[in-house]
């Protein structure tokens, strides 16, 4: 069944970005998920996140798998580029489409059997390649589509809905990432809209692959007693490492350290963000110590939320294979296939 398209109708005049776009312009059609489904309020945060970022639409193109996750790109931004790939397989299909075309902004929304199980070798790959997009992994640790089997991400001791205890140790997306070599890992709760907004905002900064594990609790299936991917259990066991905000680059903001202390910072917009200090001795720079502390964290029974590793200075796709700034799908033919005596003299290099 395809979904209806979301009717307009504007109850006050809405707030305008710097295009002149109101939210409703980075929306799609209305959901066919359940009611209450996890997945819906992710989307909400990357409708939000697209509008305050001012994108235009034509320059975002959005990819998925198959899995109820990857039927979120259908509800947001109506007018961007789409691909909905086979099963596993969208990493493949965005590095490619990242390859011909660098310029557009790429969000990749996928799930955990759909990354984790048959898709968990094409997501490595597209971490050691670093290719330039975000990708949110939506995460329930069920498989929705088919009526609520373990994933690949349930928890030992974990249970389904008719009380069958998880026995198969899980694979974890960050320390998947972090044993990979990803240069951006985050995660985060579908009900933290707060927290998620801004992790999607420094993803889309990024330069490379930019992975955000999000718990997103399926309201049919996997948010029960015994279940760890639950709201309950979220709110309970989620423990929050950096108070997030994202700053767009502007002139320098400074202020002297005050440890332990919030701090309410004036932004450019005149806006004010308070900040805390992260907790003693944690470095979201040193891989070795973030895996350190997310397996500490989690023997405690907590999940750590908030930007884990980022490593700000390391090389995309196109700087690795010296592609050239010009998206290759504007370069004209003759520069791209300049012919057979071309050819040749290429070949008599390799004699």
């Not at 970022?53 to 961007?80: E, H, N, Q």
């Not at 929050?240 to 440890?259: A, G, L």
């Not at 003693?280 to 930007?307: C, F, M, N, S, W």
Request: proline residues 5%.
């Amino acid at each position: 069944m395809s979904s209806p398209t979301k009717p307009l109708i504007p109850l006050a005049v809405l707030p305008k970005n710097e295009l002149g776009l109101t939210v409703r312009d980075y929306e799609g059609a209305m959901s066919t998920l359940c009611a209450g489904c996890g997945h819906d309020s992710v989307t909400a945060a990357i409708t939000q996140m697209f509008f305050e970022l001012s994108l235009p639409p034509r320059d975002i193109a959005k990819l998925s798998g198959i899995g109820c996750s990857s039927k979120t790109p259908t509800y947001f931004v109506r007018g961007a580029h789409g691909f909905n790939s086979a099963h596993g397989r969208m990493a493949t299909i965005a590095t490619g489409a990242n390859a011909a075309n660098r310029e557009l902004t790429y969000i990749g929304i996928s799930g955990d059997g759909d990354s984790l199980s048959i898709g968990i070798g094409h997501l490595a790959h597209l971490m050691r390649r670093n290719v330039n997009m975000v990708y949110v992994l939506e995460n329930n640790g069920v498989y929705g589509l088919t009526k609520g089997q373990f994933s690949a991400s349930a928890d030992i001791g974990s249970r389904s809905k008719r009380g069958v205890p998880n026995v198969v140790a899980p694979i974890d997306p960050i320390m998947l990432g972090l044993s990979m070599g990803a240069t951006f890992l985050a995660r985060s709760f579908s009900g933290d809209k707060a927290q998620l907004i801004p992790l999607l905002k420094a993803a889309v900064a990024h330069q490379g692959l930019a992975l955000i594990d999000v718990i997103s609790p399926c309201v049919t299936f996997n948010d029960h007693e015994g279940s760890t991917k639950s709201y309950r259990f979220m709110r309970e066991h989620e423990v929050k490492e950096i108070e997030t905000d994202f700053v767009p680059w502007q002139q320098e903001i400074s202020m002297p350290h005050q440890k332990d202390d919030a701090r309410e910072v004036i932004m450019h917009d005149g806006s004010a963000v308070r900040f805390r200090s992260v907790p003693e001795g944690y470095d979201p720079h040193d891989r070795q110590k973030v895996e350190e502390y997310i397996r500490e964290r989690h023997d405690r029974g907590e999940i750590a939320t908030g930007l884990l590793y980022v490593n700000e200075n390391s090389s995309d796709v196109h700087e690795m294979n010296n592609t050239p700034e010009i998206a290759l799908a504007k370069v004209p033919f003759a520069k791209l296939c300049p012919g057979s005596s071309a050819l040749a003299k290429l070949q008599e290099d390799f004699r």
